[in-house]
């Protein structure tokens, strides 16, 4: 049951009657409520997996209290052990362990010599990724003191799959997340439209512009070998843009459904193209998973390599950017993605600019011309990355970036489509009108509700004339 | 929160109407070629313009042909001519049990047909028939059993070009249309069936092990199509016409496939796999469709299997 199907639909309109007028606005029942349909929720894709997310949770609610209560600093850490050793040994084995297998037989392959070992059978449950990185957080959290344990198993277990966020996450933070499950929710209603137009306007990114560009993407790195250097240029910029409507979009429908629920989750995405350096970018990109590694990898490590000055900041960055490329999945392009994006860093670390947060055309229409330029510089290097990101194998994406750079490279592109074009351009536009909003489609600026509602309506059409319905799973799911 | 779901329950529903208007202004103006999610192809493929053109005109036949291309590639109406037969073809490319149902509901009546000879290509079973219905929207005269049939597919291009070809019908008024001849290579004979020039097979005949899994509105639609019939009281034969052998042995289920058509309230069921052998390169023109070599053998076959049905009446 994803978003966008009508299984989900259905769901969730019977979901949010129930939630609202059957509970009668008592906490309990909205909590167990919320608890239920998530469950239902997940187990819609597959029930069996079901019983990883109640058993972790469970151990997770009593780990919390646990640490919170140890009165030695050793049975804290131990029972921290624990956590951190069941979440992320968990996730090491259904993601990792085939990955760890075959890099190792292929390693000592090289020296001629069989290790006879075979990669296992495996599929990832949905979601690990997420519902593990909010786990953890909470143990190291309550660890550090930030943040008391929940003393309510029903709020824990609600705020573990809470399922707006369930998937794909945004990866809600405890502290963020389960002191809105503590408290009595009314329903609002400004919230609730402004969710869904936040909907709306994913349902666009995602149908319109991120899967009718995945038409054209799949075609291009299927047949790269056969195009010109130009067509593969396109293919990058395609599926850059792909990338991010289908996660973006994603995330907007997640924050839209959780607020006709009454919830205001993290923002996963703060228009990073307008970016001008690549720390920029990683401000407004995936917000939650950079977040998280920053307060649980960075900021250990920069504290670790203190000593070394502007050399360990460098390290700092570098291993945190390959976790996050390792978190995307279990491939040697994932990891030098996020080397890559690391190395990026290298010169504002030098030049001393890494913290400097350049506001773009501050209430102009239109950005300046180095502000354009250095935009397009930082699209630029993050859309060759995506090519490593969306290649097979390492190999496979040298040889694209050969192709791409070939003479062919000046030719005029095949598979070129002028309607998805104008839809990223469309995109980019009205991303750019709204970059002081929380998304593309808040329109609170426009009094008139006639007109607010014919531009709902307008993009209702566009999305039901114009989108792509053939490839409704979010590429995001199988992190 | 009640004025919040009255607003929502408002939109939605002045938003269906404005949308069905819109697609209907769409079709009066604007060309389907740039509307992605509108499919409406007149005289596209598989000659349905021309069929239905004829079936609207023709009268009583002693047989009437439904199916898929299986059927309106393989049972040719001149070879049962020469036994004294009228035969009218109504397959059309992909044609599953939920529009053979529309146009069995539609033509039987004109046709008044002796005998019904139903290809059922196990494929068709497996597929939601938007192809199909597309296919017979874009060829054919609007009407509510056709929206019926568009409801039933739950797709959105169906839905969408039913509405858009509202406006674009009443647009191109009776503008002729010409059926596309798949590079000169198809020719549509008289009584529905389509001939292929080629006599050559040089697809591959190397496949995958599969199992077809019948769809359940597929075989709802089929037990109402052999219930239409037995209602009018006209014979029905259900019949696999043949496929090329490396294709066929690669359908795993085939077993379970015969023991449903077998156990299913028809007159006879004949799967001329099981007992005609044709070359794949020799007879096909591809891995499942006949060339006109392999007509003539399977309508034989054919002929010798029905001929004690037409003979009852």
């Not at chain 2, 077998?262 to 499942?288: C, G, I, T, V």
Request: hydrophobic share 45%; proline share 3%.
């Amino acid at each position: 049951m994803i978003f966008n199907s009508v299984e989900f639909f259905i769901f969730f309109s019977v979901f949010f009657v129930l939630y609202w007028f059957v509970s009668n606005r008592n906490l309990s029942f909205q909590n167990i409520l919320l608890l239920i349909g998530s469950y239902i929720f997940y187990a819609w894709w597959d029930w069996r997996f079901l019983s990883l997310l109640i058993g972790s949770s469970l151990l997770n609610y009593y780990l919390g209290l646990g640490i919170w209560n140890s009165k030695t600093d050793k049975k804290k850490k131990g029972l921290l052990l624990i956590g951190l050793v069941q979440g992320l040994g968990g996730l090491v084995f259904f993601k990792y362990v085939n990955f760890f297998v075959d890099s190792f037989v292929s390693a000592f392959s090289f020296f001629n010599i069989d290790l006879n070992l075979h990669a296992m059978n495996l599929i990832l449950p949905l979601g690990i990724s997420f519902y593990t990185f909010r786990t953890v957080s909470y143990l190291l959290d309550i660890y550090k003191g930030k943040i008391e344990p929940s003393h309510n198993p029903i709020v824990f277990f609600s705020y573990v799959a809470f399922f707006p966020s369930l998937i794909s996450g945004p990866i809600d933070r405890a502290s963020t997340l389960i002191p809105q499950l503590e408290k009595n929710r009314n329903f609002d209603y400004d919230q609730a439209v402004d969710g869904c137009r936040q909907i709306l306007w994913g349902l666009f990114k995602k149908f319109v512009v991120a899967d009718n560009c995945g038409l054209i993407t799949k075609l291009i790195f299927n047949d790269y070998h056969e195009l010109p250097g130009s067509s593969l240029l396109l293919g990058a910029f395609y599926y850059t843009i792909q990338i991010y409507a289908d996660f973006s979009g994603y995330s907007d429908m997640a924050i839209g459904f959780a607020k006709l629920l009454g919830f205001n989750i993290t923002k996963n995405f703060d228009y990073p193209f307008f970016s001008q350096n690549i720390a920029g970018f990683w401000r407004k990109w995936h917000i939650s998973l950079t977040t998280w590694l920053t307060d649980f990898v960075f900021t250990p490590l920069t504290i670790a390599f203190r000593d070394y000055g502007k050399v360990g900041l460098i390290l700092a960055i570098i291993i945190n950017f390959t976790t996050i490329g390792l978190w995307h999945g279990a491939n040697w392009t994932f990891i030098l993605f996020g080397f890559l994006h690391g190395c990026y860093y290298i010169p504002l670390i030098i030049r001393g600019t890494l913290s400097k947060k350049n506001k773009i055309a501050d209430d102009k229409l239109l950005p300046s011309f180095s502000e354009f330029i250095y935009m397009s510089i930082t699209f630029i290097v993050v859309m060759l990355t995506f090519i490593v990101f969306r290649s097979d194998t390492i190999s496979q994406a040298v040889d694209y970036f050969a192709r791409m750079f070939s003479s062919s490279f000046l030719s005029i592109p095949k598979l070129f489509n002028k309607t998805t074009t104008g839809f990223i351009i469309v995109l980019i536009a009205v991303e750019w009108l709204q970059r002081s909003k929380q998304h593309g489609l808040q329109i609170t600026n426009i009094s008139k509700p006639f007109m607010r509602k014919t531009l709902y309506f307008i993009t209702i059409l566009i999305i039901f004339i114009f989108g792509a319905f053939n490839n409704a799973d979010f590429l995001y799911f199988k992190f | 929160m009640l004025t919040f779901i009255k607003k929502i329950l408002a939109f939605t529903s002045i938003g269906i109407v404005l949308y069905i208007a819109c697609l209907f202004v769409l079709g009066l103006f604007v060309p389907p070629s740039i509307l992605p999610n509108i499919k409406y192809k007149p005289g596209n493929y598989g000659y349905m313009y021309t069929r239905l053109n004829e079936a609207d005109t023709a009268s009583r036949v002693d047989i009437l042909v439904l199916g898929a291309s299986h059927a309106y590639r393989g049972i040719d109406p001149r070879e049962f001519k020469k036994a004294g037969w009228n035969v009218f073809n109504l397959a059309s490319s992909a044609q599953t049990p939920i529009q053979t149902e529309y146009l069995l509901g539609k033509y039987i009546d004109s046709f008044k047909p002796k005998l019904i000879v139903y290809e059922i290509a196990p494929t068709v079973f497996s597929n939601k028939g938007v192809e199909s219905t597309l296919d017979i929207m874009a060829n054919s005269d609007l009407n509510s059993e056709m929206f019926k049939m568009a409801l039933k597919s739950r797709d959105l291009w169906v839905l969408n070009t039913f509405f858009y070809a509202i406006g674009k019908k009443l647009a191109d008024g009776k503008k002729n249309i010409k059926d596309n001849a798949g590079d000169d290579e198809d020719a549509y004979i008289s009584g529905g069936f389509v001939q292929k020039k080629s006599l050559e097979n040089t697809s591959s005949l190397v496949f995958d092990d599969k199992q077809i899994e019948f769809l359940e509105s597929q075989k709802d639609a089929f037990e109402r199509i052999l219930a239409v019939a037995s209602r009018k009281n006209v014979q029905i034969i259900l019949v696999q016409a043949p496929i090329t052998s490396e294709y066929y042995r690669s359908i795993k289920n085939m077993n379970e496939i015969n023991n449903y058509f077998l156990s299913r309230k028809a007159n006879a069921y004949y799967n001329f796999n099981d007992f005609m052998s044709l070359d794949s390169k020799a007879f096909f023109y591809d891995h499942h469709h006949l060339n006109q070599n392999g007509v003539q053998y399977f309508n034989k076959a054919l002929l010798d299997k029905i001929q004690p049905f037409l003979k009852k009446n």
